[in-house]
Nanobody
Framework: QLQASGGGLVQSGGSLRISCAAP???????????MAWYRQTEGKQREFVAS???????DYADSVKGRSTISRDNAKKTVYLYMNNLKPEDTGTYFC?????WGQGTQVTVSS
């Protein structure tokens, strides 16, 4: 199970860090999986936001590049997404994925 948390209401230009923990996952399994964040807004398809590969490589959607940092703490089996200079278009439900497994989302709302 993946447990996302940390979402909330933020003013435009603000920052937020969301987390996704996999407490029931064996550490070695967590370590061997690509972790990623996606987001979805009503009426739209889920879109890629950022990913962290097992070798340390990270990737970002152009829309968040330069404003977001994905990181992972393998010992805690947790992946984080730090976002700053938030914009209203960053609003959405953020989902984390471990390989092909999805967690529940956490809502991020950016007010203008």
């Amino acid at each position: 199970q993946l447990q996302a948390s940390g979402g909330g209401l933020v003013q435009s230009g603000g920052s937020l860090r969301i987390s996704c923990a996999a407490p029931r996952t064996i550490t070695s399994v967590f370590n061997s999986n690509r972790m990623a964040w996606y987001r979805q807004t009503e009426g739209k398809q889920r879109e890629f936001v950022a990913s962290s590969a097992t070798g340390g490589n990270t990737d970002y959607a152009d829309s968040v590049k330069g404003r977001s940092t994905i990181s992972r703490d393998n010992a805690k089996k947790t992946v984080y997404l730090y976002m700053n200079n938030l914009k209203p278009e960053d609003t959405g439900t953020y989902f984390c994925a471990m390989g092909r497994n999805w967690g529940q989302g956490t809502q991020v709302t950016v007010s203008s």
